[in-house]
Every structure is written in C-alpha cells, then in structure tokens.
C-alpha cells in the first residue's frame, strides 16, 4: 500500500533558523513521483519540487534544499535562515502512476510551520 | 496565464441540500482532479477527469460525483450534504502530455461549510 507519513505535526522555529520537515513514504513501485507542496494561509497550494524515484540527487533552490534517500525512503524538506513569510503548511506527497490514463497524488498529512519573528 | 479559477470561493449550505461547485483550468491543460481537505482526514483525492471522463475516483460515496465538459471545465456535485462534507475542496490541472507526468496547478479551493 502507499503511504506518506509526515511525522511532525506542527513546528515553531525563531526567524532565522534553520529548519527541516521530514517525510517517509511506502511504495512497492519502482517508479514513482515524490513532492512537496506548501500551503499558506490563503489556501491555495503551490508546488514546490518534483523528484522521481531514479534521480537521488539532493537540490538547493535558494533557501529551500531537499534530501532524497531511498535507502530510507525519505525525502525531507530543509529551510534554511527561515524567514516570516515561510509560515505554512508543508505537505509532502506521492505518485505511483506512470500511465497518462492513471494517476493521483497520496498526501501526508502535512506540516504546519511557525515561525516567530 | 490565467491559473486555475474555482467559484465560488465560499458556500454555507444546509444538510440534505446539494452543491456544484465549479472549477476552470488553465488554459490548455485537460485533465483536472478534485481533493477533499479536511482537518480531520487531511487531503484525500477524490476523482480525475480527462477529456470529459472519470479515469480515476478515489473512496467517496456515490454522492460524490463530477463531470468534465467539452472546454476542459469541471463542476462536482454533492448531493444529500451531510455535516462531514465540510471541508474545503481543492481543484488542480494538469497539462498531462506524451505519458510522462506533469505537475498539478491548484485553484485557491471552495470552502463548503454545512450547517
């Protein structure tokens, strides 16, 4: 079965610091689609970064790096000199389908970051 | 570009009544998918439209329905509203071209309240 588990409930970090948000996820697929998206207080989400099971190399985008490992089937999410504006709810997720005709997202249950100025 | 578009953006209803709720795509993209987010179960899929049909639908009861138009537009429908309903109820497109998977662009989301 799949499953994404996003352990961390709510984090609350001071202006500045820097942050991780972790994500373990369950597949028997060999192929698959990991992501993070984040959720401000607006509603909307806005996607982040999409990896796919064969590339396990980190990334950097400014402030935001990922970490996938497969070996632990984790893909964790790193803030770094977290700032005000980063105050969201993180959602990690997965995609097994590789199909055009089939495909949907599993949701972790997200990650609600504070953070205090 | 224009992003996704859903209307309205707020619905307070009464148990027993129904709902459409209306979703436009960006221009372009064909497929859109529906998801339920609730503070209690979280973001759970709820169907996948292309070319006006249902390809996948998640665990909903029949009262949980949709269709795609021929212009890419979606509308979902909830019938005989139960309390549990509530929820804010998010629509996302998706271009979905030559197999591989494209990224999903979500509207701001309906929030159905009912009373």
């Known amino acids: 079965a799949q499953k994404v588990t996003q352990a961390q409930t709510e984090i609350s970090v001071v202006e500045k610091e820097d942050v991780t948000l972790d994500c373990v996820y369950e597949t028997r697929d060999t192929t698959y689609y990991l992501f993070w998206y984040k959720q401000p207080p607006s509603g909307e989400l806005v996607f982040l970064i999409r990896r796919n099971s064969f590339d396990e190399q980190n990334e950097i985008s400014g402030r935001y790096s990922w970490n996938f490992q497969k070996s632990t089937s984790s893909f964790n999410f790193t803030i770094t000199a977290s700032q005000v504006v980063d105050s969201a709810v993180y959602f990690c997720?997965?995609?097994?389908?590789?199909?055009?005709?089939?495909?949907?997202?599993?949701w972790g249950a997200g990650t609600k970051l504070i953070i205090k100025p | 570009k224009a992003g996704v578009t859903q209307t309205p953006r707020y619905l307070i209803k009464t148990r027993g009544q129904q709902v459409t709720l209306s979703c436009s795509p960006i221009?372009?993209?064909?497929?859109v998918s529906w998801y339920q987010q609730t503070p209690g179960q979280g973001l759970q899929f709820l169907f996948e439209?292309?070319?006006?049909?249902?390809?996948n639908k998640g665990n909903f009861p029949g009262r949980f329905s949709g269709r795609q138009f021929s212009n890419s537009r979606s509308e979902m429908n909830v019938s005989t509203l139960e309390l549990g309903d509530s929820a804010l109820y998010l629509c996302?497109?998706?271009?979905?071209?030559?197999?591989?998977?494209?990224?999903?662009?979500f509207g701001p989301g309906t929030r159905l309240t009912v009373l």
């Open positions: 221009s372009g993209h064909r497929s």
């Open positions: 996302a497109s998706s271009l979905l071209t030559g197999g591989s998977y494209n990224e999903q662009f």
């Open positions: 439209y292309f070319s006006e049909t249902q390809r």
């Open positions: 997720a997965l995609s097994e389908a590789l199909r055009v005709s089939n495909y949907q997202l599993i």
